[in-house]
């Protein structure tokens, strides 16, 4: 890890670092260059499939292999859209990518654009980033001005229209068909697939949806090649895992003394991450949880801290996955009961309400957390709780969208990492009434 050098953050300690003139000196829009002037679409999709880059948005998708998806003989439109929605909670790496080097985003998106053949693509910012949307945008307009965007690009004969549209805030359209009717002017409620976007998607044409950390290291493929992506990471060990390969951008905060984003090789530990980055857990205390990447992904407890945070690593602790690898750690003094709350609520407000287990499950799981942390729980809530957890999701096949399984992962793991700690609190603030069967009300009027 010593001699690891960043790339996706090399240029962001740069005096106007944002500017093309600064990123065009280190290099910029080399990537581009080469691929206009001797590569064909299908060299740059193969040429992404062999560097196993997976997506950094959440899922871990092979960023390749959703390009390959587009159908060959299409006449277009074929459009790109860049979830830079950013919503997950913690998670800030997007951000700085696009605040402080944004031009590395456009070229990946360039390049992504010329591999699908799209001829227009569409940036989903993330309504509280105005900074990271004017910096975007200038990087746009230096562009145009350069003749890297519009007709005939570079006299490549390649055309491209890059065009910013601002969220209005909502978790949902982190999800790909929810971005896309969110784009396209309505409410935000994700697709039944099939049909998936790549045929069917942005005004019912083809389209990729990518995130813009994936993209973002698409021209370090082009310029170092495979050998270098694949040099760092996790490799697979299981045929049907395409293994966590490259760099990656892991945020971390919480109860740390020196909250950061730093860039390591995919595959680091949370322990590292925290006491050698994160300059240890604040006021002298110990980590009681952690959350991997983003609070849907769930909470590791602190003796399972050495797990590699690759794509497979948090899963094999129990957790959803690998996520947006933001780390949020949470100390000993934090009260489980609390993270709950806090979790469950941010679920249910931004559930979208289409599919009844999810906008049911998440208001009731948020409803009977509230009372018991009002101190009217009983132990049978752990029971429902549980049995809301193991009910609603894409994984038991009740929805349409993952939103659902992000918000069980939180009580999936607090139940079964927590237990007891939760049973005492109940106990312990409803002495008379921890051991009632029914009737209980799932709503209370809370004084605090």
């Given at each position: 890890?010593?001699?690891?050098?960043?790339?996706?953050?090399?240029?962001?300690?740069?005096?106007?670092?944002?500017?093309?003139?600064?990123?065009?000196?280190?290099?910029?829009?080399?990537?581009?260059?080469?691929?206009?002037?001797?590569?064909?679409?299908?060299?740059?999709?193969?040429?992404?499939?062999?560097?196993?880059?997976?997506?950094?948005?959440?899922?871990?998708?092979?960023?390749?292999?959703?390009?390959?998806?587009?159908?060959?003989?299409?006449?277009?439109?074929?459009?790109?859209?860049?979830?830079?929605?950013?919503?997950?909670?913690?998670?800030?790496?997007?951000?700085?990518?696009?605040?402080?080097?944004?031009?590395?985003?456009?070229?990946?998106?360039?390049?992504?654009?010329?591999?699908?053949?799209?001829?227009?693509?569409?940036?989903?910012?993330?309504?509280?980033?105005?900074?990271?949307?004017?910096?975007?945008?200038?990087?746009?307009?230096e562009?145009?001005?350069?003749?890297?965007?519009?007709?005939?690009?570079?006299?490549?004969?390649?055309?491209?229209?890059?065009?910013?549209?601002?969220?209005?805030?909502a978790y949902i359209c982190g999800e790909e068909t929810g971005l896309i009717e969110s784009l396209e002017g309505k409410r935000a409620w994700p697709r039944i697939k099939p049909p998936f976007p790549a045929i069917e998607g942005a005004f019912r044409k083809p389209t990729v949806v990518n995130n813009i950390e994936t993209l973002s290291n698409v021209p370090h493929i082009v310029n170092r090649g495979v050998e270098w992506f694949k040099s760092m990471g996790i490799p697979s060990t299981n045929p049907k895992d395409p293994g966590s390969y490259g760099p990656k951008l892991y945020c971390v905060s919480g109860h740390v003394n020196t909250p950061c984003c730093v860039e390591l090789p995919l595959g680091v530990t949370a322990r590292e991450l925290i006491d050698r980055h994160g300059g240890g857990v604040w006021k002298g205390r110990k980590a009681k949880a952690v959350i991997p990447g983003g609070l849907s992904m769930g909470i590791m407890t602190e003796k399972e801290l050495d797990i590699p945070l690759d794509f497979a690593g948090p899963g094999k602790v129990g957790c959803l996955g690998l996520g947006t690898a933001a780390v949020t750690v949470m100390d000993e003094t934090v009260p489980i009961i609390d993270y709950l709350y806090n979790a469950s609520r941010f679920f249910a407000h931004e559930s979208c309400g289409q599919c009844t287990p999810c906008r049911e499950g998440t208001s009731w799981a948020s409803r009977t957390i509230a009372r018991i942390k009002a101190g009217q729980g009983r132990l049978k809530d752990l029971e429902i709780l549980q049995s809301i957890s193991q009910s609603i999701g894409i994984m038991p096949g009740t929805t349409i969208c993952g939103l659902a399984d992000g918000a069980a992962w939180p009580l999936k793991n607090a139940l079964s990492k927590f237990r007891g700690e939760l049973e005492d609190y109940i106990r312990t603030t409803n002495p008379g009434g921890y051991g009632q069967e029914e009737p209980a009300l799932a709503l209370v009027e809370l004084t605090h």
């Open positions: 890890m010593a001699d690891f050098e960043p790339v996706l953050l090399s240029n962001i300690h740069k005096q106007d670092s944002h500017t093309l003139p600064v990123y065009q000196a280190g290099g910029g829009y080399q990537a581009i260059r080469k691929v206009l002037s001797g590569m064909s679409p299908n060299d740059v999709i193969e040429l992404v499939k062999a560097s196993s880059l997976r997506g950094r948005g959440g899922a871990g998708f092979p960023c390749g292999l959703k390009w390959s998806f587009l159908p060959k003989d299409h006449p277009g439109p074929i459009y790109m859209c860049v979830n830079a929605d950013e919503s997950e909670p913690a998670t800030f790496n997007n951000r700085i990518l696009m605040e402080q080097d944004p031009h590395q985003v456009l070229e990946g998106i360039m390049i992504g654009c010329f591999a699908t053949r799209a001829q227009t693509a569409y940036i989903y910012v993330r309504f509280e980033y105005p900074t990271a949307y004017r910096r975007l945008q200038g990087a746009i307009d562009c145009r001005a350069a003749g890297l965007l519009g007709k005939n690009i570079q006299g490549s004969g390649f055309n491209l229209d890059i065009f910013l549209h601002r969220g209005a805030a």
